[in-house]
């Protein structure tokens, strides 16, 4: 008896359709990734505008003889901005004073902001009022602060009147070369160690206690215990202040505009007071781009030793 062979299902390379909550998801993923591009579309706007822009007509207007005002177009004239920038004894003081500004603002200013913040580490009555004191000068205008420290100065000014009490003379803190430069210092680190005691601070209570009380147990006295207790559970918090006092050192403008206009005889002027002064004031933007240029490269350069720097401490752990 014969059989009739079935013929076999014929199969089909053709996807199947998706179904529909498939193709729902797809839907609603499509409508989330647009609505977040429009919530992003604002920022994008700010920073293309305030940011990228501005970056980007520096590094054009560096290398052409553009002013501020003038009836004349710019022209291109290749490295003579830059040529002139580094024969300019100008631009070498500020230089100097940016660098000497930095190398001594951050131990300093670092410093003095520990000391607060581990006086004010405790739970005893009124510590919360030290903290809110150490803190008021961050949260005043650095104008208001300038002007203050300014009249402080003074041949006849509260500092050498305090000094004359103990028998003391005091220099003319902001007409002196000599001495123009320390005082903006001073005044500088007074400002703003309140914001970095309050970094310190939250770096401090983070440090578990245990550690304090085995380190108590075995005998170790304070200093021991700050030196291989405190000082190594700080080691991320001291990189962050490291770097934020670093680039906010080589920004210095405000102190320098409001006390001594870069004087005397160029003793406080720095990059960005003399980039802002030759592009506003003198009205030469192409040589004032030429100078923040400069100054952008400066900067970038200590970012990637900082990083370097960082790195390699964190490899070691």
Known sequence: MSTIAKPAPQRSDAAPAPSKQVRTRLVGGRKEAAVGWVMLLPAAVLILTFLLVPIGLTFGLAFTNARLVSPEPAQFVGMDNFVALFTDDTFWASLRNTIIFTVVIV??????????AL???TRTRGTTFFRTVFFLPVVTSIVVVSMLW????????LINVLLSKVGIQGPDWLGDPHWALLAIILMSAWQAMGFHMIIWLAGLQTV???LYEAASLDGAT???????????????TRTFILI?????????????Q???????????????FQAV????????TGYASAISLVFFVLVLVVTLIQRFLTRDKEARR
């Open 222 to 236: 304070r200093w021991q215990q700050f030196a291989h207790v405190t000082w190594p559970g700080l080691r991320a």
């Open 258 to 272: 409001i006390m001594t206009q870069g004087g005397p005889l160029n003793a406080t002027t720095t990059l960005v």
């Open 277 to 284: 002064r030759s592009g506003f004031q003198q009205q030469q």
């Open 150 to 157: 300014l009249f402080m100065y003074q041949k006849d000014g």
């Open 119 to 121: 006086l004010v580490n």
């Open 244 to 256: 934020t006092i670093t680039i906010a050192a080589f920004g210095l403008f405000t102190q320098v």
């Open 107 to 116: 131990p300093l200013q670092s410093g003095l902001a520990l000391i607060l």
């Open 208 to 210: 578990p206690a245990e």
